[in-house]
């Protein structure tokens, strides 16, 4: 009786997390495409982000203070809206070029990856850390005394790696397949 139990427990779990062709439930099936989803919306918050600062779209960043007009993506809220413990540390990078540098890399990659679905734990990654800085800039936030949406993006994007949502309206199955991609897992 227990190695029945264990073993339809095993088959259980291994379809909960990799469903079998033609075994995937209608939940598991929602479920892909809610990640997915949450993927894209959070790939097209951090393009925004990228091509505003770059551009001066008018939303958050004028067009005078456009990146490719000189401006600096990093200089006005490090240098006027950061606050908290390590407001003179923000304040001293402020405008900083390789902090400009790193800053719109960093949009633009984990913007790009999430999008098309590929590079998941790497995006996951920088983008955690982005997220974390961001959340440390401003401490504590404005609305609660230590949580805040920098925070959730960072768990959502662990999330969003955890679960493979670059497989679904994603590139992420193909990426997989990359000989560099077998070779270091890391790059999934």
Avoid at 39 to 66: C, M, P, S, Y
Avoid at 111 to 137: D, E, N, S, Y
């Amino acid at each position: 009786m227990e190695t029945m139990t264990a073993t339809i427990e095993r088959n259980t779990t291994a379809r909960t997390i990799a469903p079998v062709a033609g075994t995937e439930t209608t939940r598991q099936r929602a479920a892909r495409y809610v990640w997915a989803g949450t993927r894209l919306a959070l790939g097209w918050i951090f393009v925004w982000a990228f091509l505003d600062k770059l551009f001066g779209l008018g939303h958050e960043t004028a067009a005078k203070n456009a990146w490719i007009n000189g401006g600096s993506p990093t200089k006005g809220f490090l240098a006027f809206g950061a606050k908290g413990p390590f407001q003179g540390l923000y304040q001293d990078i402020a405008g900083a070029a390789w902090a400009d540098w790193l800053f719109m890399i960093g949009l633009a990659g984990i913007g790009v990856a999430l999008l098309l679905g590929i590079g998941m734990r790497i995006a996951a990654v920088a983008g955690g850390l982005l997220m974390v800085l961001m959340w440390t800039a401003v401490l504590p936030p404005e609305n609660n005394p230590f949580m805040d949406d920098h925070l959730i993006y960072a768990a959502v994007l662990a999330g969003l790696a955890l679960v493979g949502a670059g497989n679904t309206l994603g590139l992420g199955r193909i990426w997989a397949t990359l000989p560099l991609v077998r070779r270091f897992g890391w790059l999934r």
